[in-house]
Structure formats: structure tokens, C-alpha cells
């Protein structure tokens, strides 16, 4: 509940030490931990309460609610739903009131176990908002209001580019809201694999972090925006007095700042200070994972590790029963390399198939010594693996070993037309249930006649705009039902593609199938279809049809052939700008071809080296590619302006990305904590 804006850790102590009654050592086994440790301490520190009866009467819900939220200006019960004063009857029930559950119940399936009678995230509420509400998740409502009593508003709002039902409480309790749902995915942990409901866009079946990232930031910033007020802090009190419990979310309020948010590489002390050396990162038991591996590969991962407050170097090793396929590049750290920060190279050879456990040991300068686990897992499978060097005319093929095979067929070709056209839809709307939701309409249109589309009025031009296609393999053929409207004789339908127009058609009184070949486009083509005012139309039928050739593979001179028991042979020779394949099959078993890996060569003279580093970009076909990159990088391309346009993680020495149009860029990698931006033409 909002009551001022900030307030130094001087203040913080001194509020919540005196005025929060928080039993001497109730928060002992929090000290000196973090993020999922700090978390599972506090689980296990108020995960048990003595809990009410749910409902009316003494020794229920309402019972609790005459001493946890009463208004002090005149007894009423105080509703953080509506602004509406009701007074207490009682321990009964209030008429027009419910009990409601902020943490709506069905998240964990609804049954009434202890969290479904936990005062900690119950409240008193108006009926009628309690209803508007729902089980909607919280978040912050712009669009489509469908309820507002001027304290919470029901709507829409947009999460991850989609529109979600929502609830969104007034400025003055969001900080209670968001402690509460804190509270509640660490008091009630253990039911992490209970989480449902509306967990697609609010909870992940985990224990550590349980929200998704929006929420996280979510409950964050209206925990920061509204801290924590006397009201909050009497109710803490009296919940404690009859459950035994209490949320650390209101007693310390930066605790969800070690837990979650911007302290996360900090321990959680009681006063906001630390001098004992401790780690920032990494944690005691993360996890590298490489994840799926092939037989007789070698894989790098990056550990980034700082520590505070040393008082020697470190010293680091590698055991468990997997120990000897890994490996690190250092074995020992300075104090002051550790307090810079710095990134470690773990490296993986898959020796073995199966799983593959290890651990890194992490001990010295007076640290609590950690282990960071290692998993990987090695298959046997067979496969051909991304090329590499790529050049005007060459590259470097690679694959994974075979068992048992004493050597290996490479064939490299080609895949060329055939003469034959393989139709393909691409679109197909008749519009029985009016105009989808993922076309576009300017102007003036009628879309609530099932099976028809009218475009026009007689003041007002009208447009409809397909959904995005990818043009970009072959020509297509357009066709559009369509017929004039009543007596306006000659309509025409102009067609266009990417805003150029591609032909316009003279409509009749009945239905005719307009065609035209639309020409080969980029992958988000646009179609639009459009007539003038006063000569109005309708459209009854749509289809985008791709005139795909069909090809056939041809194989480059020389291939394929026998190249030995090698896992990597150069191919060179090749014609610049163009696409190639190849497949490997293993000689001497039974194990079938590999899958196909596509390479583009570069352009001609189109080899550029960025200055002061070792990295060389190549034109490709629609896009840039970028060259002797180091894993675990960082690649963002920008425009001029700086404005970011995509963002990679990079985990190989070389990757293809599209650029949206010709013209200069700038490309910017990050490793080890250095930046470097370079300027990039296509």
C-alpha cells in the first residue's frame, strides 16, 4: 500500500525491527543465502500455520478478518477491492462480501488444503468485483476495460504480443498484491508440480523462479512502486499472532530483491551489509548442461564467476564419476581476477554414450566451498554436422563418428529444376465466418456477411490486406471470387503486392475467379485487395497458390566418393554465391545416410574482414554471414541509429542471419565483458 516512495536501509531497519514485531533469529536461516537457496529457507521457515476454518463464524475466515482488516477510522472491514465501507457482523460473514483468494485457488486445482485457508493471501472482498475478477492472472490492464469500480479493473492485456483476461488492483495496493503472490510461491513451494490454470502465462511447474519473467518484473516494480505501509505491516502482525507465520516479503521488503530481483548476487543479511567473502555468482549447484552430444565431438560452455571479500585466490576442480570428459581452461583464480569477473571455458569430449555427470568444485578464499553441476548427454546417433570455413568456393563438411565404421562416403550436390511445378496452397479463405482476425481492413468494409466481404461505401474507399506469405521460393497464382455490388456497374478490384499494384479487375453482376501470377517476393509478402468509393463490391473467395518447382539433386563432379575414416573432409571447386548440400554415409555397418546440411558460398570478392579483430563477414544469399565468431558470444545487429534489430546467442564459430533490406549496419559482439561494433554493408 503506497504511503511514501523510497527509504534508506537506515529506515528500513529501524520500521521493520521495532514496528514489524519479527521474533529474535525468525529469519536466522535466510542469513548468507540467495535467489533459490534463500527462497527453499524461507519455504522452510513458514511453510507450517496453525490455520483458521474457512467461512463464518468463530474460529473461521471472518474471525480472523475482525482483527486483520479493520479500518481504523470507523471499524469497518477494509476491502482492497472496492471502495465500498461495509462494518463487521461479528465473526459472521458480511453481507455482499466474499472471502477471497488473491492466489486464486484453482492455480494449485482448488483443493482446500492449508493454502486455500491461509490469511496471508485471503481478503475480504465486494462481491460483485470479486466475480468481475475471476481467476484472471494480474497485470497491468490496456485494452478492452470490462470492469472498473475504481479500485481494480478487469480487461485485457497484452503478455508476449498476445491478449490475456486480466485483473489490475489500484496504485494504492499493488505492493500487497505482488508480497502476497511472493508469500505464496514460497510458503506453498512443495506444490510447484501443482501449478495450473493460468500457469501458461504466470507460473512454470518449478520451484525457482515460479514466475515467468513478466511477472517477475511485474510484482518487482509495483513492490518497489508501492512499498510497504503500516497497514501491511499491523495485518502481518495479527496473522502471525493466529497462524504462527509470517511473510518475510513484508517484514524485510528488499528480501524479494535477493530472492528475485536486483540484490540476486548479494546474501541476504539482516541489515543490508556484508563483509565475509562470499560468491556472486555462480551458486551452489547450478547446472551446466550441454545437453545433447555426439560420440567423439568436443563442446564448450562458458562459467562466469565473481566473488566478494576474498582473502586468497581460488582453486578449482572436477570430479564425480564422469570427471575425466571434462575440463577447464583454469584450475586456479587470483583473488583479483575473481573480484574483476571473469568467464571460464568447460569443455565436454563425448568419449562415452549415455549420460555424463561431473561436478566443478569451487573452494579457496575464504568462501563456503560450492559445486556446479556438469550434465551432458552422448548419443550414438549418426549425424552430418553444420559446415564450416566457408569461402567463395569452398567450405568444410563435418559429421559425427559412426561405431564401428571403417570410413565414410561424402556426396555433395545440388538441387536443381526438373520442369515440373508442384503446386502448393498457401492460402484459401471463403470467409463463412467473416474476415479473420489475422487479415487487415482500411476504409470502409462489411465483414458480418458470412461467406462475403464488401468492400467500399459510397464516400469511402475499402481494403483488405491477406496475412503475411512467403513468396520468396517461387511464383504464385492469385485468384479472388468476386462480383460488383447492386447497381454499381464496372467495380473494379485492384490487386497489389508490397503496396505495388499488380492488375485491377472489372467486376460483374454474378461471380467470376479473377487469376493473375504474382512474382517471386520476400517472406512476408503483403496482398492487398481494394476498391474505390462509390463503386462498392463484394468478395466471396481468396487462394494464394505457390507454382513450386520441383527439384531434383544433383551431385558435383567427383561426388560422392569414399574419403576415409575422417570426420571432416574440405569440398572445394564450387561455383560463388550458391547453395549446396551434402549427406555422409558410413561404410562398414549398418548405419543409414545423414541428414542433408545445406551451405551457401559466399559472393565473389564479398569476404570482409572487421578492423582490429579476427572475425570476417561474407554477403549470403538475402542476409550477412558472420565468421570465425567465439561460442558462448553475443551478436546484436543494429541499425545506424543504434536501434537494436536482432539478437543472437552464438554457440558455433559461424552463423547466416537475414538482414531486412540492402544498406549499412552495425554489428556488435560481446564476450568476456569486452564489446566490439563494427560497421556491416549488404
Not at 265 to 289: K, R
Request: proline letters at 4%; charged letters at 15%.
Amino acid at each position: 500500500m503506497k504511503k511514501f516512495l523510497s527509504f534508506t536501509t537506515f529506515i528500513w531497519i529501524l520500521c521493520f525491527s521495532v514496528f514489524a514485531q519479527i521474533p529474535d533469529g525468525y529469519y536466522n536461516t535466510a542469513i548468507g543465502k540467495k535467489k533459490a537457496e534463500l527462497k527453499n529457507a524461507l519455504h522452510l521457515k513458514i511453510k507450517v500455520a496453525t490455520v483458521l476454518g474457512y467461512g463464518g463464524g468463530s474460529g473461521k475466515t471472518w474471525s480472523g478478518f475482525a482483527k486483520t482488516d479493520v479500518r481504523p477510522e470507523d471499524g469497518s472491514v477494509w476491502d482492497m477491492y472496492s471502495n465500498k465501507h461495509r462494518l463487521f457482523n461479528g465473526v459472521l460473514s458480511v453481507d455482499s462480501m466474499n472471502i477471497e483468494h488473491s492466489f486464486p485457488k484453482s492455480w494449485w486445482g482448488g483443493t482446500e488444503t492449508q493454502a486455500y485457508k491461509d490469511l496471508h493471501h485471503l481478503n475480504p472482498s465486494d462481491g460483485s468485483a470479486n466475480l468481475r475478477k475471476s481467476s484472471y492472472p494480474m497485470a497491468v490492464i490496456n485494452d478492452l476495460v470490462t470492469f472498473d469500480n475504481g479500485v481494480i479493473k478487469v480487461g485485457k492485456s497484452t503478455i508476449r504480443g498476445a491478449l490475456i483476461a486480466a485483473w489490475e488492483p489500484n496504485n494504492e495496493y499493488k505492493g500487497d498484491f505482488a508480497r502476497a503472490y511472493m508469500y505464496m510461491v514460497t510458503a506453498y513451494e512443495d506444490y510447484a508440480s501443482l501449478w495450473q490454470g493460468d500457469s501458461e502465462t504466470q507460473l512454470d511447474n518449478n520451484t525457482y523462479p515460479v514466475f515467468e519473467k513478466w511477472t517477475t518484473d511485474l510484482l518487482l516494480n509495483w513492490s518497489r512502486q508501492d512499498p510497504v505501509s503500516q497497514k501491511e505491516i499491523n495485518r502481518n502482525n495479527e496473522v502471525y499472532k493466529i497462524q504462527g507465520n509470517r511473510n518475510p516479503y513484508i517484514d524485510y521488503p528488499q528480501m524479494s530483491e535477493y530472492v528475485w530481483g536486483n540484490r540476486i548476487t548479494e546474501p541476504f543479511s539482516l541489515n543490508g551489509i556484508i563483509t565475509y567473502p562470499y560468491l556472486s555468482y555462480p551458486d551452489n549447484h547450478d547446472s551446466i548442461a550441454f545437453g545433447k552430444v555426439y560420440y567423439q565431438q568436443t563442446y564448450n560452455k562458458t562459467l562466469s564467476l565473481k566473488a566478494v571479500n576474498l582473502t586468497g585466490n581460488l582453486t578449482l576442480s572436477i570430479s564425480g564419476l564422469d570427471a575425466a570428459n571434462f575440463s577447464l581452461n583454469k584450475m586456479s583464480i587470483t583473488k583479483t581476477e575473481a573480484e574483476t569477473g571473469l568467464e571460464l571455458n568447460v569443455q565436454f569430449k563425448s568419449q562415452t554414450i549415455g549420460n555424463q555427470n561431473a561436478q566443478i568444485n569451487i573452494s579457496g578464499g575464504g568462501i563456503t566451498p560450492i559445486a556446479v553441476d556438469l550434465k551432458a548427454n552422448c548419443t550414438p546417433e549418426f549425424v552430418a554436422l553444420p559446415a564450416t570455413n566457408i569461402t567463395q568456393n569452398s567450405f568444410t563438411a563435418n559429421w559425427t563418428a559412426s561405431t564401428n565404421a571403417t570410413g565414410y562416403a561424402l556426396n555433395v550436390f545440388a538441387l536443381q529444376p526438373n520442369g515440373q511445378i508442384n503446386p502448393t496452397l498457401l492460402l484459401e479463405e471463403d470467409f463463412t465466418v467473416a474476415l479473420p482476425n489475422t487479415w487487415l481492413k482500411e476504409g470502409w468494409t462489411d465483414n458480418t456477411l458470412a461467406g462475403n466481404i464488401k468492400l467500399a461505401s459510397g464516400s469511402n474507399y475499402g481494403k483488405i490486406t491477406l496475412p503475411p506469405l512467403d513468396l520468396s521460393g517461387s511464383t504464385s497464382i492469385l485468384t479472388v471470387r468476386a462480383k460488383q455490388y447492386s447497381t454499381d456497374n464496372g467495380a473494379k478490384l485492384t490487386a497489389t503486392l508490397n503496396g505495388q499494384t499488380l492488375t485491377t479487375w472489372t467486376t460483374g453482376v454474378a461471380n467470376q475467379d479473377f487469376s493473375i501470377t504474382v512474382p517471386k517476393s520476400t517472406t512476408t509478402s503483403s496482398i492487398a485487395l481494394s476498391a474505390i468509393a462509390g463503386k462498392r463490391l463484394y468478395i466471396d473467395y481468396v487462394k494464394v497458390v505457390a507454382q513450386m518447382p520441383i527439384l531434383t539433386a544433383v551431385s558435383v563432379q567427383n561426388f560422392p566418393k569414399s574419403i576415409g575414416n575422417i570426420f571432416n573432409y574440405v569440398v572445394d571447386g564450387l561455383e560463388s554465391d550458391s547453395t549446396y548440400y551434402y549427406q555422409v554415409t558410413p561404410e562398414g555397418n549398418n548405419d543409414l545416410i545423414s541428414n542433408p546440411i545445406k551451405v551457401h558460398t559466399a559472393l565473389v570478392s564479398s569476404m570482409h574482414i572487421l578492423q582490429k579483430s579476427t572475425l570476417t563477414y561474407s554477403i549470403t544469399e538475402g542476409g550477412v554471414s558472420i565468421h570465425n565468431l567465439t561460442p558462448e558470444s553475443k551478436l546484436i545487429l543494429m541499425d545506424l541509429m543504434g536501434r537494436e534489430l536482432q539478437t543472437l546467442n552464438i554457440n558455433s564459430s559461424e552463423i547466416i542471419f537475414k538482414l531486412p533490406q540492402k544498406g549499412l549496419y552495425l554489428l556488435q559482439i560481446q564476450k568476456h565483458g569486452i564489446c566490439e561494433t563494427f560497421k556491416i554493408k549488404l
